[in-house]
């Protein structure tokens, strides 16, 4: 199974790899055997990047979810969070080129703050990257009345961020919501009444890890 999102870049390499397949197939020479192996490596890799395996989902709704695959690279506390209005503790998980970059949502609930916020292009684990990158907000109102706070972060590489959610939305945890492409980072804020249930270091499976407990 494969991103939607991916569709469009996946028919642009193909189309392409097999113009140049075409154009060399002509050719009796031996460059040709090395460009058709090139060639299937690029299309194989744009599938690996672009795929998006089914997972399965926690039915628990006070279980905080990963948004995203990845590593967790930074656990830190900040001051006065905009949207949640009290100090918070963020969890930023890394998503290397490797990892699946379809995000899920984190928590069940109302989303009721949606913002998108151009910027820079710092890599991905900087702690700056949080606040200046370019990335988008989402805002979680849990059954429970508790605030959440999550972030389509860009990278280096992921020049492009996309999402399928909207202010008003009632949203569900593990359920698909966006991606980011070619390396980037997600941020879930949470109160600090939250019972966390990871560390730096641990890595994270979107929709089936829990990220944290709600008492």
Known sequence: MFAPEGYSTIAVIFIFSAIVAWLISHLNNWISVPVYIL?????????FFFRDPDRTVPGDENL??????????????????SYLNSDAVRVSIFLSPLDVHVNRVPVSGKLEYVE????????????HASSENERAHFGVLHPSGTKFLFKQITGFLARRIVYHIEKGDTVEAGERFGIMKFGSRMDILMPKSINLEVKEGDRTIAGESVIAIIK
């Open 39 to 47: 060639l299937a490596i690029i299309c194989g890799l744009i599938l």
């Open 64 to 81: 905080i979810l990963a948004p995203a695959d990845g590593k967790i690279v930074q656990i830190r506390e900040e001051e006065n969070v």
């Open 116 to 127: 998108y916020f151009p910027g820079k292009y710092l890599m991905a684990w900087e702690d």
